[in-house]
């Protein structure tokens, strides 16, 4: 079982689209996390979220919106999708008493 | 603020040669250091990583890395390097924030090819 699943992997979409991207961890971690890997390979935290609350919220457009329903789900929305919103979006997770962040799959998102 | 600096941007070896990837950081506490590794088209899979203790820490696939205080270094290390080794390598390191909140800063990353 993969334990921090993102859907989907691919996304291409036109410029002023609104999308999604979902998330989820079954390890039963407490804080999930948002990173963006840009086209120059990147990485930069956008977002966390412990226990369905924002502990981390980075200089990231207000288009960006992160939604945690429950402490194993962490969705991003993204509104009036621009061509420099084209990326890589990993999802991660972590535990309370550890200090190792597991991340997902990746989301290959292309803004045209 | 922390920081780390991956001074390769790309490192090329010959199968079977020995490898060592470098990373510095900065950081005014104990830091935790990680090294993930990012086939193409892939998602960031954990190598290994030090909180504290020995300084030399095994991870999967054979590699090592050593942490040197005195150098604020984390370079990682394979003592022969298999083809199927290609890919980034990102250097990270991990802050606390609150909670169970870890931010991790990662270095620019390395590309390594390994020849045949």
């Known amino acids: 079982d993969t334990a921090v699943s993102q859907t989907p992997k691919y996304l291409v979409t036109q410029m002023g689209n609104d999308k999604s991207i979902k998330c989820e961890q079954n390890?039963?971690?407490?804080?999930m996390y948002w990173y963006k890997q840009d086209s120059k390979k990147f990485l930069k935290i956008m977002f966390s979220?412990?226990?369905?609350?924002?502990?981390i919220n980075e200089t990231v457009p207000n288009r960006f919106s992160p939604k945690s329903p429950d402490k194993a789900h962490l969705n991003l929305h993204i509104n009036s999708l621009e061509l420099g919103d084209s990326a890589v979006y990993f999802c991660?997770?972590?535990?309370?008493?550890?200090?190792?962040?597991?991340f997902g799959e990746g989301s290959w998102l292309t803004v045209v | 603020a922390q920081s780390v600096t991956q001074p390769d941007i790309h490192i090329t070896v010959s199968e079977g040669a020995s490898l060592e990837l470098r990373c510095n950081y900065s950081y005014g506490a104990t830091p935790y250091l990680f090294w993930y590794v990012q086939s193409p088209g892939q998602g960031l899979q954990l190598l290994l990583k030090?909180?504290?203790?020995?300084?030399l820490v095994q991870g999967i696939k054979g590699f090592e890395a050593e942490f040197k205080r005195s150098q604020s270094s984390f370079n990682l290390r394979k003592p022969s390097v298999h083809w199927s080794d290609a890919a980034e390598y990102f250097c990270?390191?991990?802050?606390?924030?609150?909670?169970?909140?870890?931010?991790?800063?990662f270095g620019s990353g390395t590309q390594l090819t390994v020849l045949p």
């Open positions: 030090y909180f504290s203790g020995d300084t």
């Open positions: 991660a997770s972590s535990q309370v008493a550890g200090n190792t962040i597991y």
């Open positions: 979220y412990n226990n369905k609350e924002l502990i």
């Open positions: 990270a390191v991990g802050a606390s924030i609150s909670g169970s909140a870890r931010q991790l800063t």
């Open positions: 390890l039963g971690h407490d804080t």
